[in-house]
């Protein structure tokens, strides 16, 4: 009986803007790394984050209120029913990032601005490598000489440490490169205060830096080199595609 595969070929240069930024602040070496985790999708299911993300942009959009709320948020996720094992294990492990955000909240450093969820689905073409941008929150203000201003929120979390200040920083960079002539910034201004990686674990709010301009011109020239090396980046070891 043949085994069953373990991964799925994703033929076309694609990736998520957080792979992108995990590309951008990796080595040489785990550069290829990074384009074949990309280019071979496991098929084992892998714990998400997804209701978190979705609870906590949810109470932010609300206004960030009683940190209550986030506590209670966290025992519903917990208290749901898992038919197997590994729903258990994604519940608590939803359940924590909640917890750990809930902990950190009240020091956020996040200018004052509303707040919204992204609307649709967005891919940026980066010469040749389609990359999925979804940031958990759009914010968007009004500066003193009356200028529309608009942003976007990433959170990032991984379990008992800090997200990694360069892929934040690249992160917080693409979200003003590609707001500056976004169809989605409808007339506003991308501002780097409002372009934000935020640690859900140590707290810390990564605005886009003053080098953004470049950061962003990198990663163009990186979408290009990684689609010409993605043909030749060969599957993992012991790897059965599907």
């Known amino acids: 009986m043949p085994e069953s595969p373990t991964h799925?070929?994703?033929?076309?240069?694609?990736?998520?803007?957080?792979?992108?930024?995990?590309?951008?602040?990796?080595?040489?070496?785990?550069?290829?790394?990074?384009?074949?985790?990309?280019?071979?999708?496991?098929?084992?299911?892998?714990?998400?984050?997804?209701?978190?993300?979705?609870?906590?942009?949810?109470?932010?959009?609300?206004?960030?209120?009683?940190?209550?709320?986030?506590?209670?948020?966290?025992?519903?996720?917990?208290?749901?029913?898992?038919?197997?094992?590994?729903?258990?294990?994604?519940?608590?492990?939803?359940?924590?990032?909640?917890?750990?955000?809930?902990?950190?909240?009240?020091?956020?450093?996040?200018?004052?601005?509303?707040?919204?969820?992204?609307?649709?689905?967005?891919s940026i073409n980066m010469n040749g490598l389609d990359v999925r941008y979804a940031p958990d929150l759009i914010l968007k203000n009004t500066n003193r000489n009356n200028v529309a201003k608009i942003g976007a929120m990433f959170l990032l979390y991984s379990k008992g440490k800090s997200a990694s200040t360069e892929e934040a920083l690249y992160l917080s960079a693409l979200s003003y490169g590609y707001l500056e002539d976004a169809p989605i910034n409808n007339g506003c201004e991308s501002d780097k205060a409002l372009c934000i990686s935020v640690c859900a674990y140590s707290g810390t709010v990564h605005p886009a830096p003053g080098n953004s301009k470049r950061r962003f011109s990198n990663m163009m020239a990186a979408g290009a080199t990684i689609s010409d090396l993605w043909p030749a980046i060969p599957a993992p070891k012991n790897a059965r595609l599907a």
């Open 8 to 122: 799925r070929l994703q033929a076309k240069p694609s990736m998520r803007a957080q792979d992108l930024a995990e590309y951008m602040a990796a080595s040489d070496v785990a550069k290829r790394t990074v384009i074949q985790k990309c280019k071979f999708r496991p098929l084992a299911r892998l714990v998400q984050h997804k209701e978190a993300r979705a609870s906590i942009g949810h109470w932010m959009r609300q206004g960030a209120g009683d940190s209550d709320a986030l506590t209670a948020e966290a025992a519903r996720i917990r208290r749901k029913i898992a038919d197997t094992d590994f729903e258990a294990e994604v519940n608590e492990h939803n359940a924590g990032y909640v917890e750990a955000f809930r902990d950190i909240c009240d020091q956020l450093a996040i200018p004052a601005c509303d707040m919204e969820a992204l609307a649709g689905k967005v």
